[in-house]
C-alpha cells in the first residue's frame, strides 16, 4: 500500500524518526488481512501485542507498507500475527514490524462469541472500574505492580 504524508505535514517530518501518520496509515493497511470476511471469520480483532519494531532509517515523505501473515500465522487462527515493511521510494526498508498480534473479541467469554456489535463489546467493558485504578495510581493510593494486577 502507498502511503504519502501531506503537503502540510512535510515540515514536521524531520522532528520524526517514525512520523505518527506513516504508522498509522500502515496498520490501517493491515485492516484488509484483519478483517478475515474473505475469509469467513467475522469475529472482529484487537491488536494487542507486538514482538518487535525496528527503525533501520528516517522514513520519507513517500512510503510503502508491504503488510503479510506471520509465519506459521494462518488468518483464521485466533490469535493472528502480521509482519509490516515500511519502504521507502527506492525500495529500502526503513521501518520492520514483526509480529503485530490481534485475538479475536470473545464478547460473552464463549457464549455469544460469533456477536460483535459495539454496544455489546461496551457491555463487558467497565469504565468506572478502570477510571478507579487511573485515579488510584495519581493519587499514590495504588502502586504500578498493585494497578497491573487488578487490571
Request: net charge negative; with cysteine.
Amino acid at each position: 500500500m502507498q502511503l504519502h504524508l501531506p503537503d502540510a505535514m512535510e515540515k514536521e517530518l524531520q522532528n520524526y524518526v517514525l512520523h505518527p501518520s506513516l504508522i498509522d496509515g500502515a496498520l490501517q493497511a493491515c485492516a484488509g488481512l484483519l478483517d478475515g470476511w474473505s475469509e469467513g471469520v467475522v469475529k472482529p480483532r484487537v491488536p494487542f501485542a507486538l514482538d518487535k519494531l525496528r527503525i533501520l532509517s528516517h522514513c520519507t515523505q513517500e512510503m510503502f507498507a508491504w503488510v503479510r501473515y506471520s509465519v506459521a500465522s494462518q488468518p483464521a487462527d485466533s490469535l493472528l500475527k502480521l509482519d509490516i515493511d515500511l519502504c521507502d521510494e527506492r525500495g529500502n526498508v526503513c521501518v520492520q514490524v514483526r509480529g503485530l498480534a490481534s485475538r479475536v473479541i470473545d464478547l460473552a467469554h464463549g457464549s455469544r462469541a460469533d456477536q460483535s456489535s459495539a454496544t455489546e463489546i461496551d457491555a463487558f467493558f467497565d469504565s468506572s472500574y478502570y477510571a478507579n485504578i487511573i485515579d488510584g495510581l495519581l493519587n499514590h493510593g495504588v502502586s504500578v505492580d498493585e494497578a497491573a494486577e487488578l487490571g
